[in-house]
């Protein structure tokens, strides 16, 4: 059973668009991380949200945690070619041992 | 370099042999994680370990096996490859038990059983 929906798949954008990333789910999360992952490497982790509707920035990347924890949002401004990449979001559930459960990913390609 | 190392990067074999992946973590993280990532199921979990001889199952554990004998090692092992297990494994680690904190990912072993 796929916990985490990610919308969309794939996102192909020109250099200086915004765009946005969508994680949901039925289930409730105590934390909800964002990941991005470049060919051939692992994913590696962008944000942590913990709180329902707390917001992050990290630069031009925008994370909003839903206020009731079932889901997450990616915003990006002004996007580069150097965001392109597979996005990632998890969930995770209390102390479960820190087990995560991972959205299929975002594909996303910019243009210059 | 400290980090999180997998090997091989690369592995080629054929069906029913016997292959272990190695992961090497120098930060002393307690928790280790195995997942293998596939086009269409995203990153899916094998085994975990919450510290040395503690291991259990995640989401797909059948086939393979691992162990934990000393903290920065985390072996898996597939007893009898098989086409299915085709895949990118990667190896994680975290410093904390809540699920709160990320993990830490190694590059991966991209696996291809023929």
């Known amino acids: 059973t796929q916990l985490l929906e990610q919308s969309p798949q794939f996102l192909s954008i020109q250099e200086g668009e915004n765009l946005t990333v969508y994680c949901n789910s039925s289930s409730v999360f105590s934390s909800l991380q964002w990941y991005r992952q470049e060919p051939g490497e692992g994913p590696v982790l962008l944000v942590t949200?913990?709180?329902?509707?707390e917001v992050k920035k990290l630069k031009r990347l925008t994370f909003q945690f839903g206020d009731a924890r079932k889901d997450s949002s990616l915003h990006i401004t002004a996007a580069q070619p150097g965001d392109t990449g597979l996005y990632l979001c998890?969930?995770?559930?209390?102390?479960?041992?820190?087990?995560?459960?991972f959205g299929q990913g975002t594909i996303l390609t910019v243009h210059p | 370099d400290a980090g999180i190392t997998q090997s091989p990067r690369y592995k080629i074999t054929e069906t029913g042999r016997q292959v272990t992946l190695m992961c090497h973590q120098t930060w002393s993280h307690s928790y280790m994680f195995w997942y293998r990532q596939d086009l269409g199921h995203g990153l899916r979990l094998i085994y975990y370990s919450a510290a040395a001889d503690i291991t259990d199952k995640g989401e797909v554990p059948d086939g393979y096996v691992v162990s934990r004998s000393k903290t920065e090692n985390f072996p898996l092992t597939l007893e009898s490859a098989t086409r299915s297990q085709t895949s990118v494994y990667f190896c994680a680690s975290s410093r904390r038990t809540h699920a709160n904190y990320g993990y830490t990912f190694g590059s991966g072993t991209r696996l291809t059983v023929v």
């Open positions: 949200v913990v709180t329902g509707g």
């Open positions: 998890a969930g995770g559930k209390g102390t479960s041992y820190g087990k995560l459960t």
